[in-house]
């Protein structure tokens, strides 16, 4: 998974499928392979009388973290990309609406995004159009970046829990 968000973190707004389908390959099996190892590993560390208990347990902590990481990363989306976002524009001179009417254009949907761009003249809604996707772009590679060194930093533990020979 790590190897796969790194991979990711280098789209640009010309990736085309080419450049996606394999870091998504890679990070649909690294996603099964490190969903399944720690609750097993979690598992076979307990008792059998207590193995309801500590699955329970195991998928709180799935789902929390879970929850947690897709807070962090919309967050960190968000901010990377509006700052993407507004130094693309300030580049262009594209004279700006309210920054936070175009920076929610990043994640809203294709009607805020014509809502917004209905406020500018033509040259500089071409000029928005390519700042949203670089936008887009900058806030899915930073999560991606920050995904891909989490996995790769928490490689050492995850091995160190899946190995064998360990019981109750």
């Known amino acids: 998974m790590g190897a796969a968000s790194l991979l990711l973190a280098g ?3 010309g990736s085309g499928y080419g450049r996606l389908w394999w870091p998504l390959a890679i990070m649909g099996a690294g996603t099964g392979i490190t969903f399944a190892s720690p609750s097993a590993a979690g598992l076979r560390a307990i008792a ?3 193995a309801g208990e500590a699955s329970g347990i195991i998928n709180v902590v799935r789902y929390l973290a879970a929850a947690l990481v897709v807070a962090i990363g919309t967050v960190a989306f968000t901010e990377v990309g509006a700052d993407d976002l507004n130094r693309r524009l300030d580049a262009t001179r594209v004279v700006r609406l309210e920054d936070a009417t175009l920076d929610r254009t ?3 949907g294709p009607g805020q995004l014509r809502a917004a761009e209905a406020g500018l003249d033509p040259r500089d809604r071409t000029a928005f159009r390519t700042a949203a996707g670089e936008g887009t772009v900058g806030g899915f ?3 991606m970046l920050g995904l891909g060194l989490l996995a790769l930093g928490a490689t ?3 091995i160190a829990l899946i190995r064998p020979g360990r019981g109750p």
């Open 106 to 108: 990043l994640t809203g």
């Open 48 to 50: 059998v009388r207590q």
């Open 156 to 158: 050492v533990p995850w």
């Open 141 to 143: 590679g930073a999560v």
């Open 11 to 13: 789209v640009d707004a």
